[in-house]
């Protein structure tokens, strides 16, 4: 689960995470975990696959200064709680970034105050599912170390376990 469509990235793509800085990292880790066909997307038409994973974001259009506001996430939503409740096979929610991980929370209308974002931190949702929480994989949060690629791989295998994949 991401922030929100990047302008020159999933806006102009039309695959999340695709055309911009943060898709580096998330396709590489993906697809070293069997998650995806390929380690780089282009496009929505490119032969990627993904597998045994979704990915979405916690607003459908490009926000002002790509930062969702308040308002913006509250709108959209209603779309995500909505997907949420379609994917009845999703054990794990892996929220990149604390707006994510905030918007799963509305959605699934659990109170903020019991669910404490961390990097790493793992939260009981209902229905067996689990909220896995990571600092999104930005240029931002990568060059300044705030993230590192183990740091991130080491989250997404805890995803893999937690789901019982490979």
């Known amino acids: 689960m991401g922030l929100a469509p990047g302008l020159h990235g999933a806006n102009r793509t039309g695959r999340p995470f695709t055309g911009d800085f943060a898709g580096i990292l998330l396709y590489e880790t993906l697809h070293r975990l069997g998650l995806s066909t ?10 990627l696959q993904l597998k045994g994973a979704r990915i979405t974001n916690a607003v459908k259009c490009v926000p002002p200064q790509n930062k969702p506001l ?10 995500l709680k909505f ?8 054990q794990v929610v892996l929220a990149l970034g604390r707006v994510a991980h905030e918007a799963v929370l509305l959605a699934l209308d ?5 669910f404490s974002f961390s990097h790493g931190g793992e939260h009981a949702l209902p229905e ?3 909220l896995l929480d990571s600092y999104h994989c930005s240029r931002y ?11 991130f791989t080491r989250v997404m295998q805890r995803a893999c376990a937690l789901a019982g994949l490979p």
């Open 83 to 90: 997907e949420l409740a379609q994917l009845h096979s999703v």
């Open 141 to 151: 949060n990568t060059q300044t170390g705030r993230l590192t690629a183990p740091m």
């Open 38 to 47: 390929l380690a780089q997307s282009k496009s929505a038409d490119d032969p």
């Open 128 to 130: 067996g599912r689990v």
């Open 110 to 114: 659990l109170p903020r105050s019991k």
């Open 70 to 79: 308040p308002a913006e996430i509250r709108r959209c939503n209603a779309y």
